[in-house]
C-alpha cells in the first residue's frame, strides 16, 4: 500500500463519522480537506452517550465473541491469553480497602491495580465467554471497592493513582453496567466523590507547580479519568472538560504540547517527538496507551481526536514505534520549567534507557489507523507485528505498577 492511496478513503470515512455525530448535544464539525484539522465546538459531548462506549463498543464485543467461538486467530490467540492470566480467574478475592496510598509512607496501591485488572478481565471474560461465574466475580470486585474506597492519598503520586485507576475502573464499570448484579449507582457515586475531585484539581492547578513541572502522562491519565467518569455518568460537562483540555489544555498532555515537535522522515513518514522521549522509553510508551485510551473512548462517543490536529497523535506514535523498534529518529533539544519557580531544564538527545518495552498499546492504535481509516503506519504495525502480538494485560507485563498502566488485550479486542 502506499502512503498516499487511502488519502481519499480517508476523508470519505472522516464525512462518514461526522454524519453519525449528533448537533443536538452542541456537536458541530468543520469539514477538512487534505487532513486538516477538524473543529469542532467545545461542547463535544453527544446528546445521548453510547453503551458500552468506553474502550469497547458494541461491535468490538460482537466480534470478539464471535471469531473467538469460531476458533478464528488472532483473536483467539489474544482470548487465550486472556485466561490463562491469574486475575482472569473467577476466584479472584477482592482487597477492597477504604484508603489507598500510592507515594510516601504506607503505599497499597497495588491492591486497587490488581483488583482493577481482575474486575477488567473477568468482565471481558463474561462479554466474549458468556461466563456466568465471571460476571459475578467482576460484579463483586467492583461493588466492593464502590463501597468502601473513600480517599485516595500518598505525596503527589497520588494524583498518578487517581488518574490511572480512576479510567481503568470506569472502564471496568462499563462493560458491567448490564448486569443486574452490578451496583452501577454506587460506582457512579464512588468515582464522582473520590476520584474526580483529584484529577480536577491536577488539571487546574497541578500541584502548585510550574505548568510545564509534570510530563504528559501525569495530564493523560487524569484527563482519560475524567473522560471515563463522564460517560460512565452520563455527565456532559466532565466529558466536555476532558476533550477540551486534549484539544488547547495549557499542561503538557494537550497534544500541541505533547507532541511539541514535528517531522517527515527519509521515506516520506510524518512524525512527532513525543514530550518525554527525552525522559525514558518506558514512559514514552505509556503515553500512547494513555493517549490511545483518551481517544479511543472519545471515538466510542463520536468524537475524533484520533485525527485531530492533522493526525498529531498518529505522528507521535509513529515515532515512538519507530524508535523502540530499533531505528533512529531526529530530536529537538527539548527544554522546559521545573518545579514551583520554573527553573528552566533541557534535553538535548533522545533517551534510549529502557528502549525496546513492551506495552499492550499497539494494537488499538494499529487497528484504529490501518484498518478503521486505511492509513499506511509501517512503524506502529511493526511495533505491533513483530514486537507485541498477541497482547495480554495487567499480571503479563510483571508484578510492578507500570505492567498494569493499561488495561491491554488489545488483540482481542480490537483486530480487525
Not at 453510547?50 to 483473536?75: E, F
Not at 468502601?148 to 462493560?175: H, I, K, M, P
Amino acid at each position: 500500500m502506499s502512503r498516499t492511496s487511502p488519502h481519499e478513503h480517508l476523508r470519505r470515512t472522516e464525512l462518514s463519522r461526522r454524519g453519525l455525530l449528533k448537533t443536538a448535544g452542541g456537536l458541530t464539525a468543520a469539514a477538512a480537506l487534505g487532513g486538516a484539522t477538524v473543529a469542532t465546538t467545545a461542547h463535544a459531548a453527544p446528546a445521548t452517550f453510547t453503551h458500552p462506549g468506553m474502550l469497547h463498543n458494541a461491535g468490538d464485543i460482537n466480534r470478539a465473541k464471535v471469531r473467538v467461538a469460531a476458533g478464528t486467530d488472532p483473536w483467539l490467540s489474544g482470548w487465550n491469553r486472556l485466561i490463562a492470566n491469574s486475575h482472569a480467574q473467577s476466584t479472584w478475592t477482592n482487597r477492597a480497602t477504604a484508603t489507598i496510598i500510592r507515594g510516601g509512607d504506607g503505599q497499597n496501591y497495588s491492591l486497587l491495580y490488581n483488583d482493577i485488572a481482575a474486575a477488567y478481565q473477568n468482565a471481558l471474560r463474561w462479554k466474549v465467554g458468556g461466563t456466568e461465574a465471571n460476571a459475578v466475580c467482576a460484579a463483586n470486585i467492583l461493588n466492593a471497592w464502590s463501597t468502601t474506597l473513600t480517599s485516595v492519598t500518598g505525596n503527589a503520586d497520588r494524583f498518578l493513582a487517581a488518574g490511572l485507576y480512576g479510567w481503568q475502573f470506569a472502564n471496568a464499570c462499563e462493560l458491567m453496567r448490564d448486569y443486574s448484579g452490578f451496583n452501577l449507582a454506587a460506582a457512579q457515586q464512588m468515582l464522582g466523590d473520590v476520584f474526580y475531585p483529584l484529577n480536577n484539581s491536577f488539571l487546574t492547578n497541578h500541584n502548585d507547580a510550574c505548568i510545564t513541572n509534570y510530563w504528559a502522562n501525569w495530564d493523560l491519565c487524569n484527563m482519560a479519568s475524567i473522560l471515563a467518569i463522564g460517560i460512565l455518568n452520563e455527565d456532559s460537562a466532565k466529558y466536555d472538560q476532558a476533550v477540551t483540555y486534549f484539544k488547547s489544555g495549557a499542561g503538557n498532555g494537550s497534544i500541541a504540547h505533547a507532541v511539541p515537535y514535528l517531522y517527515t522522515d527519509s521515506d516520506g513518514y510524518a512524525l512527532g517527538q513525543w514530550q518525554e522521549s527525552g525522559r525514558d522509553q518506558g514512559h514514552t510508551v505509556l503515553g500512547m496507551g494513555q493517549m490511545g485510551a483518551i481517544c479511543e473512548m472519545a471515538w466510542n462517543q463520536g468524537d475524533d481526536l484520533y485525527s485531530y490536529d492533522s493526525r498529531r497523535f498518529m505522528k507521535a506514535a509513529q515515532y515512538v514505534a519507530k524508535y523502540n523498534a530499533g531505528s533512529d529518529v531526529p530530536f529537538t533539544t527539548y527544554t522546559w520549567g521545573t518545579g514551583q519557580s520554573c527553573a528552566q531544564s533541557s534535553q538535548t538527545v533522545i533517551s534510549s534507557a529502557s528502549r525496546g518495552q513492551i506495552r499492550p498499546v499497539w494494537a488499538m492504535l494499529h487497528f484504529h489507523y490501518n484498518r478503521r481509516i486505511s492509513l499506511d503506519d509501517k512503524y506502529i504495525s511493526a511495533m505491533y507485528y513483530n514486537l507485541v502480538a498477541p497482547e495480554g494485560g495487567g499480571g503479563d507485563y510483571g508484578s510492578d505498577s507500570g505492567g498494569y498502566d493499561q488495561l491491554g488485550f488489545g488483540t482481542l479486542m480490537y483486530a480487525k
